[in-house]
């Protein structure tokens, strides 16, 4: 679960990573009477969406006075903000953040990620943080300095001592840089964090370190146990097919292409997506209904993956292992029964009660195409994408 940058910093300042002052606003008007409460020489407004590469986008501006804020936030509340991150579609900007403006002498990048390789989390660290970071990952690894955490004995001081000392910052930076990334850490296992990041933690004028901006994605694993966190989440910045799909515990995720799946098994979709591919076509999701779908279940995804507009073919693979293939084979039935199937379906179906499966299939007055084993599935669902017969 992702969560925005201002709700993120508030979790921040909970473990004393200093942030700037500043406050959420969902009005023009609220926009401006927040910089006059804050009150500084300079105010910048942030798109609140969740993605980043916003100051790419023209999502962050630097403004002067609470009436440049109030246009500001006029011209980018509402507006649909394109980044590399957000894809072609972008998304639409319902709240700004409004905070005091920093004096930048330097823009450093402070992460938390977990190293599925190593089994620990990983801190990196680089003093060239800021907008370019991705590229500074590509061109420059070697100005990205890393340290591992045993996560049985946790941070140690001397961890942090190394990570400022790697990047050549000076004793009394050491020791600021150190408070950061020992909140940020701590931050990162209380919450349950998949990444915690700070690009850029700023080094201003003065001196000072700050967190200028913030990202934490947490595990939907860990979400039961912090409420507080749950109750970020915002709906309208996910897909709603994939809340739909989350209601019925369905793993599904939309994706770009136009061949939607049907699969059981993680394993089973991910190979199914790699088998389209290999085909020459793109799949529209990525859909595990699981070892124990029910009949209402498969129901549900048949349902959900049809309402997706960009589904222009259908690839139902089942390897009958938990779930039967008569279940599945039920749960097809019951959705015809509601949904009118307009695009050409593919089914490969193996596995325990096959022939059963099959059988009920055959009668459902659904019209498909049988594929027989998985080469030829992705064959012949790019087949009917590009002659449409069903
Ligand atoms: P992102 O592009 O979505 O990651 O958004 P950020 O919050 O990281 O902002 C992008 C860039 O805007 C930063 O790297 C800064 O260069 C600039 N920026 C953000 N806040 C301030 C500020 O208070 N003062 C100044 N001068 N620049 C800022
Ligand atoms: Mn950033």
Known sequence: MKVH??????????????????RVAETPE????????????RIVVKAQIHAGGRGKGGGVRVVDDPAAVEKAAREILGMTLVTPQTGPGGKVVQRVLVEEGMAIAEELYLGVVIDRSKASPVIMASREGGVEIEKVAAEAPEKIVRE??????GLRPFQCNKIGYGLKLDPGQVAKMRGV?????QAFVEKDCLLGEINPLVITQEGDFLALDAKMNFDDNGLFRHKEIAALRD??????????????????????????????GAGLAMATMDLIKVAGAEPANFLDVGGGATVEMVKNGFRIILSDPSVKAMLINIFGGILRCDTLAKGVVEAVKEVNVNVPVVVRLEGTNVEEGRRILSTSGLRFTVADGMKQAGEKVVEVLRTGSR
């Open 5 to 22: 940058e201002y709700q993120a910093k508030e979790i921040l300042k909970g473990y004393r990573v200093p942030v700037p002052k500043g």
């Open 30 to 41: 609220e926009a401006r009477r927040t910089a006059e409460e804050i009150g500084a020489k």
């Open 148 to 153: 591992w955490v045993n996560p049985a004995i």
């Open 181 to 185: 990334i020992t909140g940020l850490y």
């Open 235 to 264: 709906f309208s910045e996910e897909d709603p097919l994939e809340i739909e799909a989350s209601k019925y515990n369905l793993n599904y995720i939309k994706l770009d292409g136009n061949v939607g799946c049907m699969v059981n």
